[in-house]
């Protein structure tokens, strides 16, 4: 089945890191993606890692899979306010490249 | 600078009142997709265009139609909208098909049905 799930709430204090947590059901996915959408706006991609990775990291994002226990991770290092978002964790999937989407993770910032 | 546009931003329409929403982008890409999005739900495929090419997802209502007059247009039709389908509608482009291909969002049409 599709089914990409993540904790649809995260609260950080400003400076610290965060960290949020996605797992995905179709060991077939090619690529993995994180999504943010700020309040009005549509949805802006952050970053995809290939199935074939372990880590990637670009400057404070680093986007940790593992394909095992098919669960993605996405960090924030040094988190700002302007990081304060919804989060979306998405999967592509069959012949076709469908993305799934998570339901997200709102992350608020604290000061 | 806007590369996907959503028009309008807000809509409101009755129950049953046909309503239209637009979707136009900059980028000369071949595919375009719409997305339904509830509160608090993941965005959901509705269908989506390569070129004119149109592909329906199997549980999109028949209530749902989209038109793509030429590269640059493509447009949501809900012909008889009923309270389940206020949501914020999203359009999305991309080069080409395919995982590797960046989908391009625009802001969304946020639908309210009376």
């Known amino acids: 089945g599709e089914d990409v799930e993540q904790s649809l709430f995260l609260s950080v204090r400003e400076g610290d890191s965060s960290v949020i947590n996605c797992t995905y059901t179709?060991?077939?996915?090619?690529?993995l993606y994180w999504y943010k959408q700020e309040p009005g706006a549509g949805l802006q991609l952050l970053t995809y890692?290939?199935?074939?990775?372990d880590m990637k990291q670009d400057q404070r994002l680093t986007v940790l899979l593992n394909k095992k226990d098919k669960h993605l991770s996405l960090r924030i290092a040094d988190t700002q306010t302007g990081d304060s978002a919804i989060y979306f964790c998405?999967?592509?999937?069959?012949?076709?490249?469908?993305?799934?989407f998570g339901k997200g993770t709102r992350l608020h910032i604290l000061p | 600078d806007a590369m996907v546009i959503q028009n309008p931003r807000y809509q409101v329409t009755q129950f049953g009142k046909p309503v239209t929403l637009s979707c136009s982008q900059t980028?000369?890409?071949?595919?375009m997709y719409w997305y339904q999005q509830k509160s608090s739900q993941a965005p959901k495929l509705l269908f989506h265009?390569?070129?004119?090419?149109?592909?329906n997802e199997a549980d999109t209502p028949d209530n749902f139609q989209s038109r793509r007059p030429n590269t640059s247009f493509c447009f949501l039709d809900i012909r008889s909208p009923g309270l389940g389908d206020a949501a914020m509608y999203l359009c999305?482009?991309?080069?080409?098909?395919?995982?590797?291909?960046?989908?391009?969002f625009g802001p969304g049409t946020r639908l309210l049905v009376l």
């Open positions: 179709d060991s077939s996915s090619t690529y």
């Open positions: 265009y390569y070129d004119k090419d149109f592909n």
């Open positions: 999305a482009t991309s080069r080409v098909a395919g995982s590797k291909e960046t989908q391009y």
């Open positions: 980028l000369n890409h071949n595919v």
């Open positions: 890692i290939f199935s074939n990775m």
């Open positions: 998405a999967e592509s999937i069959g012949r076709d490249d469908k993305i799934i």
